[in-house]
C-alpha cells in the first residue's frame, strides 16, 4: 500500500512520541511541585530539533539484542536555574507546569486529528479505486 511509505506518518509518529514523552514530564513534575529538593525537569526545544538531523542507527550484533525503539530519554534535561526557587529547593512553577500541561495536551490533540485526517484520505482513495 502506497500510504506505509508516506513518510507524514514518520513524523507524525515522532512528534507524537516526543509529545508523549513531553507529558510525562510535565506530569512528573507536577505530581513533585512538593518535594524538597526536587528540580523540574523539561526538554528542550533546540534538542528535538537536532533530534531530526540525527539518525539512530544500532546494530544488532545478537539474536537476544532488542529491536531499535528510538527511546527518547535522553532528552529529558533538569532545569539547574536559581530562577524562583522555594525555601525547600524545590523550583516548580505549578501555574506553568499547568499551562505547559495544557498547551501539550492541544499539540498532541492536533496531531491525532491529523494522523485521522491522512487515514480518512487514504481510506477515500482505496473506495475510490474500488468504484472504478
Do not use: C, W
Amino acid at each position: 500500500m502506497a500510504f506505509l511509505n508516506d513518510p507524514v506518518f514518520g513524523y507524525l509518529k515522532r512528534a507524537l512520541d516526543i509529545s508523549v514523552l513531553r507529558q510525562d514530564v510535565i506530569a512528573s513534575n507536577i505530581a513533585n511541585a512538593d518535594t524538597p529538593h526536587y528540580r523540574a525537569k523539561h526538554i528542550p526545544f533546540k534538542d528535538v530539533l537536532e533530534l531530526e538531523n540525527r539518525e539512530l542507527k544500532l546494530k544488532k550484533s545478537d539474536p537476544r539484542h532488542i529491536e531499535n525503539n528510538e527511546s527518547f530519554g535522553y532528552l529529558i534535561k533538569s532545569d539547574k536555574s536559581d530562577y524562583l526557587i522555594k525555601n525547600d529547593l524545590n523550583n516548580v512553577k505549578l501555574d506553568r507546569e499547568l499551562m505547559l500541561l495544557a498547551k501539550n495536551t492541544l499539540l498532541i490533540n492536533s496531531l491525532t486529528t491529523f494522523e485521522r485526517y491522512k487515514f480518512n484520505q487514504y481510506k477515500d482513495l482505496i473506495a475510490a479505486s474500488k468504484n472504478l
